[in-house]
């Protein structure tokens, strides 16, 4: 059984950057997909950014690119986002999901996804 757990959440001005932790045990695959969501009050949850952990292959959400960089260390099993230049509006609950299959590259929807982590709260304050 695969488990992810995040870390990494906190408070932050806007502006301001936060990384986030999302570290994976329990498979064998020597390449998964693993992609960060959020979920803020009264929203659906939204696919941020995925990549390929054999192959470091990274995909992004317009909302996200070129402020938030996913990234992996594959000795480690572990995914990061950075999250840089944060407004109010990045305010919500932060998921980790993992899914064994490939490809990687259209993997954009909860459904797609076989495994989440509990997620960690980010709140950015104006």
């Known amino acids: 059984q695969v488990q992810l757990v995040e870390s990494g959440g906190g408070s932050v001005q806007a502006g301001g950057s936060l990384r986030l932790s999302c570290v994976s045990s329990?498979?064998?695959?020597?390449?998964?997909?693993m992609g960060w969501f959020r979920q803020a009050p009264g929203k659906e949850r939204e696919w941020l950014a995925s990549?390929?952990?054999?192959?470091?292959?990274?995909y992004y959400a317009d909302s996200v690119k070129g402020r938030f960089i996913i990234s992996r260390d594959y000795a480690k099993r572990t995914v990061y986002l950075q999250m840089n230049s944060l407004t109010p509006e990045d305010t919500a609950l932060y998921y980790c999901?993992?899914?064994?299959?490939?490809?990687?590259?259209?993997?954009?929807?909860?459904?797609?996804?076989?495994?989440w982590g509990r997620g960690t709260q980010v709140t950015v304050s104006s």
């Open positions: 999901a993992a899914d064994v299959r490939v490809p990687c590259e259209n993997r954009r929807g909860v459904a797609d996804y076989q495994y």
């Open positions: 329990g498979y064998t695959s020597s390449s998964i997909c």
């Open positions: 990549v390929r952990t054999g192959y470091g292959t990274s």
